[in-house]
């Protein structure tokens, strides 16, 4: 079991991490401007999921390798950007054919739920800045006379998860919110999904140059 102490020192760490915006926070905005309320909740979804997967890869022991390996750290942050890229492309090519339903989100998903959450996961697990926390940070709150080290990083874990879970979907919500206003015209309403497209791409440009500390 992880201590009490052990626990909320990693809690206090990881709201401090989550609380600067990084590639998933941005991930959800682009997605929430240019697809609305529903697709932002999905993608949001998708982001825990992919990020728990490196959870579950670093308490395997797996992460320490991508964190180590400069080669593979690089190869997974390239692969996570050129998706942000195809989504952005993808976003801004259909921008004009987003039509709002009576509850201010579109009448049929742009991509279906399952592929925005898998979107999602793919892009969360292939987070530069949750490979880093989750590989370089997390080990350091286990208790090695405890034993149990990949259970006790698994329980760790759904702390930020939790935290990510709640912030995120607060960001979805808000942007998706400023969306339905932008929906009252459908040229606002394309010129709003054209800004969602064009900060994925952005945001997938930053990923693939920003650098790691070594």
Same mark, same amino acid.
């Given at each position: 079991m992880v201590s009490t102490d052990r626990l909320l020192a990693f809690a206090a760490m990881s709201l401090l991490v989550?609380?600067?915006p990084g590639p998933s926070v941005l991930f959800v905005i682009g997605r929430a401007l240019a697809h609305g +309320? +529903? $697709?932002a909740l999905a993608t949001v979804l998708g982001n825990v999921l992919g990020s728990y997967l490196l959870v579950a890869a670093v308490a395997l022991g797996l992460g320490s !390798?991508?964190?180590q390996s400069a080669a593979v750290f690089v190869a997974v942050k390239l692969a996570g950007a050129a998706y942000l890229v195809f989504l952005g492309v993808q976003a801004? +090519?259909? +921008?004009?054919e987003m039509k709002m339903g009576a509850a201010d989100v579109p009448a049929q998903p742009a991509r279906g739920d399952l592929r $925005?959450?898998?979107?999602?996961? !793919?892009v969360g697990v292939t987070n530069p800045k949750g490979i880093v926390f989750f590989a370089a940070v997390l080990p350091q709150f286990v208790d090695h006379a405890a034993g149990g080290l990949p259970a006790q990083m698994l329980m760790l874990g759904l702390v930020p998860i939790s935290i990510g879970l709640i912030t995120d979907t607060v960001w979805g919500l808000t942007a998706s919110a400023a969306r339905a206003w932008f929906a009252r015209s459908e040229r606002r309403l394309s010129m709003i999904g054209g800004a969602g497209g064009f900060a994925m791409i952005g945001l997938g440009v930053t990923v693939a140059a920003t650098g790691r500390a070594d």
């Open positions: 989550i609380a600067i +309320r +529903r $697709t !390798l991508v964190e801004f +090519r259909h +921008r004009k $925005t959450i898998a979107d999602g996961i !793919l």
